[in-house]
Nanobody, 125 residues
């Protein structure tokens, strides 16, 4: 099992930026697709972005395309989510996750097996 710890959340005004980090320990980091999910109050958890084990392929939900950028540094066992042009509807708890299977692309939550504790992002209007 890989352990994941998110950081970087906070309160920001609409139009502002935040960068989330996800530090991984335990299993080999560089053989798993990693992803970001979010859950707003009263809503189901939703996929935000994912990145393949090499970082060569990235995937985004439509609502964040052009505003969010996912990246990873395998030498540091860390994944990032750069969030620009934030909107109030981006307010949620953000979770990082590692895929269940090695060398496999994943973009739905049932295909992720390790989760962080979450970090709150609040965007004020």
């Amino acid at each position: 099992q890989v352990q994941l710890v998110e950081s970087g959340g906070g309160l920001v005004q609409a139009g502002g930026s935040l960068r989330l980090s996800c530090a991984a320990s335990g299993r080999s980091f560089n053989i798993y697709t990693m992803g970001w999910f979010r859950q707003a109050p009263g809503k189901e958890r939703e996929f935000v972005a994912a990145i393949s084990w090499t970082g060569g392929n990235t995937y985004y939900t439509d609502s964040v395309k052009g505003r969010f950028t996912i990246s990873r540094d395998n030498a540091k066992n860390t994944m990032y989510l750069q969030m620009n042009s934030l909107k109030p509807e981006d307010t949620a708890v953000y979770y990082c996750a590692a895929a269940r299977k090695v060398f496999t692309i994943a973009t739905t939550d049932e295909n992720f097996g390790s989760w962080g504790q979450g970090t709150q992002v609040t965007v004020s209007s």
